[in-house]
């Protein structure tokens, strides 16, 4: 994008005709403005308020891999922000701020503008802006001074470049912000070449198939201005920026394509080969086709400061054995296929889900999850399809799009689906049959696209059979199975386990975990899973001193080995297997007894929401 930029008078005038006189400002301001303010009709006045700090820790964590990629860029803008009297912004894929870092002189002035990590700066909720338009228009630009729709930022100046995914998705964004006088074209550019150094660390850092490398000049191979494409099983699966316009391709047109018959048969499954790589304009330049993920394009380490609670934030997906069932998953997804994926708590669904997200086609798109079993039956009806203005007493009055809308174009995720009130399942089954919703208490249809992911613990068939869920529904959200094996089955877990605790904080506080207590936590049974590790991790963590030695005395007692172990017979009677549904109740009403009946006590100390345990206790009642 060339930018000149209009005079503050121009921007006067375009304010006046367009807030003023409803006139199209289009003549006087640059066409992204315009298009912007029109976007931004519906935006609210007031100021966003940050979110709370636990609610942020897991958009962090969600964004692990992009925070890993762009820690590198972060500290290197940092150096231009401070000597500018400018801040660094990174944000998620929303428009969240995750990250910021730079002048302390303008630090307290972006406090003013809300310019903070865990506020929201996406069009439609601070109209616009740097951060929300790139999203919305996916390409760097500036918005200066009163460009900005809301008045309250007239005294900002951004510059922001989106970062992309290596299917086109939006992963990110980049800005710096300041006083308008100090966001210039040099400024655009920082952004923009820091974004596109963010996305090749984040394709060198894929750990599947092979990455073809090249450039038309050799030199530059390696630099990240090389042009990247992703292969596994004989398919190209992503690419960045370069590679696209060295082959004159958008995404949609490269994505998927077999790479024999776009590339010639030498460059499919050879590692480590060199040569020439012919051109759809016939140019031969150098190339290079390794295996993904070589030791030296792993993702740079997060500072400590930059990521809390995560000490090493790279994750390690080497050790993930999630992973090929997630490759699987996203591909029928991106067919259009829905996923249901099946696992006890804390096994992880949600967080696969928003990996499927991630992963998936519409990454650039929402990701909307709803708890069919945390909603009273009597709201879900109106948090899912929306409502009118007025449709029932305690209705907002302008009413609400509903989760569905919200979630068009990009991914809904129906979490405990099986909870789903039976009057309201063929209602949910016309909808994704014929992807158009209507609010309750009328008003106009509207047309809605998006993927489809829901997950249960609970038996589908059998609830069929029992005549609790429609059989029509469970074939068309159970399209793909991804079954998610419990901790204590996965082949990975003293690896994960590893991971995890240096994550947490271990690595940061230079924590060794000694074998004995390695191997206890790898052969306790973890009935909470996943979420009963994490929490049993963060306290041995937290509980200790910086370079301890953390051993078997050091574990909770249920963790350091007898009647919980993996292989002990303990939980069961006599030697015959108890079903794990009935296990698992078991040990909920043993710990709630423990707990005097406590309810958030108990869930803490089995590793599960709260909301677990209460339906435990709805069901009982049944
Ligand atoms: N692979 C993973 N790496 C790190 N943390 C994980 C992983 N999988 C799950 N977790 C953590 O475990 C906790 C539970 O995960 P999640 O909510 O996805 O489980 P769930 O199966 O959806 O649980 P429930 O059935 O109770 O809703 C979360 O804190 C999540 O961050």
């Known amino acids: ?115 903070l990590p865990g506020v929201d700066w996406s069009e439609p909720a601070c109209g616009t802006n740097a951060i929300g338009t790139a999203l919305a228009e996916r390409e760097a630009l500036t918005v200066l001074g009163r460009e900005h729709y809301l008045a309250q930022n007239s005294a900002l100046g951004c510059a922001a470049a989106p970062i992309f995914t290596s299917r086109g998705g939006i992963a990110g964004v980049l800005d710096i912000s300041g006083e308008p006088q100090q966001i210039n074209q040099h400024a655009l550019g920082l952004v923009r070449m820091a974004a596109q150094q963010v996305e090749h660390r984040l394709m060198r850092s894929q750990t599947q198939g092979q990455v073809l490398r090249f ?96 000490g090493c934030a790279a994750p390690s997906p080497h050790t993930d054995a999630v992973l090929p069932l997630l490759s699987q998953a996203v591909r029928v997804l991106n067919q259009g296929v829905s996923v249901l994926i099946a696992g006890e708590t804390g096994s992880g669904k949600e967080v696969f889900a928003r990996r499927l997200h991630q992963g998936g086609r519409r990454s650039g798109g929402p990701f909307v999850a709803v708890d069919c079993a945390s909603l009273p039956e009597t709201l879900i009806e109106a948090e899912l399809f929306g409502y009118a203005e007025g449709a029932f007493t305690g209705a907002r009055r302008r009413g609400m799009p509903g989760r569905i809308r919200e979630a068009d174009g990009g991914l809904l995720f129906l979490d405990e689906i099986a909870e789903m009130p039976l009057s309201l399942q063929s209602r949910l089954l016309r909808v994704l049959e014929e992807r158009v919703v209507t609010p309750l208490g009328g008003g106009p249809s509207a047309a809605v696209d998006f993927d489809l992911v829901c997950a249960t613990h609970a038996d589908l068939p059998a609830m069929v059979a029992a005549g609790r869920f429609r059989a029509d529904l469970m074939y068309r959200v159970a399209g793909f199975g991804a079954s998610l094996p419990a901790l204590r089955e ?30 206890a936590l790898t052969a306790y049974r973890w009935p909470g899973n996943v979420r009963e590790l994490r929490s049993v991790l963060q306290t041995l963590v937290a509980l200790a001193d910086p370079d301890d030695l953390v051993g078997l005395t050091h574990l909770p007692l249920a963790v350091q080995g007898g009647p919980t172990a993996i292989g002990s017979n303990a939980d069961l009677p006599g030697t015959a297997p108890m079903p794990l549904a009935t296990m698992t109740r078991q040990r909920i009403d043993q710990i709630l007894q423990d707990c005097g009946f406590d309810v958030a006590a108990a869930a803490s100390r089995l590793g599960v929401h709260r909301s677990t345990v209460y339906r435990h206790l709805a069901r009982q009642r049944k």
Not at 86 to 112: M, N, Q, W, Y
Not at 219 to 237: F, N, P, T, Y
Not at 505 to 518: F, I, N, T, V, Y
């Open 215 to 310: 450039h038309r000049r050799p030199a530059l191979l390696g630099s990240a201005r090389e042009g990247l494409m992703h292969v596994l099983e004989g398919q190209i699966v992503g690419a960045n920026r370069v590679a696209l316009e060295l082959f004159g391709m958008s995404w949609e047109q490269l994505l998927d394509q077999d790479v024999e018959s776009l590339l010639g048969r030498r460059w499919t499954r050879v590692e480590q080969q060199r040569g020439l790589l012919t051109l759809p304009d016939g140019d031969q330049i150098a190339a290079i086709m390794e295996g993904a993920a070589r030791a030296e394009a792993r993702p740079h380490r997060v500072a400590q400061a930059a990521l809390p609670g995560i």
């Open 1 to 115: 994008m060339t930018e000149t930029h209009p005079s503050a008078g121009q921007v006067a005038l375009a304010r006046e005709r367009f807030f003023e006189q409803g006139l199209d400002p289009a003549p006087w301001i640059a066409p992204h403005i315009s298009r912007s303010w029109r976007r931004s009709q519906p935006v609210a006045h007031a100021a966003p308020a940050p979110m709370g700090r636990v609610m942020l820790d897991e958009r962090r964590e969600q964004a692990m891999r992009l925070l890993a990629c762009a820690q590198a860029e972060l500290e290197g803008l940092a150096e231009h922000a401070t000597g500018h009297g400018c801040v660094v912004v990174l944000t998620d894929a929303h428009g969240l701020i995750l990250e910021e870092i730079g002048s302390p002189d303008f630090l307290p002035k972006a406090e003013r503008f809300a310019l």
């Open 490 to 519: 996965r082949t990975d877990r003293r690896e994960l386990i590893t991971r995890l605790f240096a994550e947490l904080g271990g690595s940061g506080k230079r924590l060794q975990l000694q074998p004995d207590a390695l191997d």
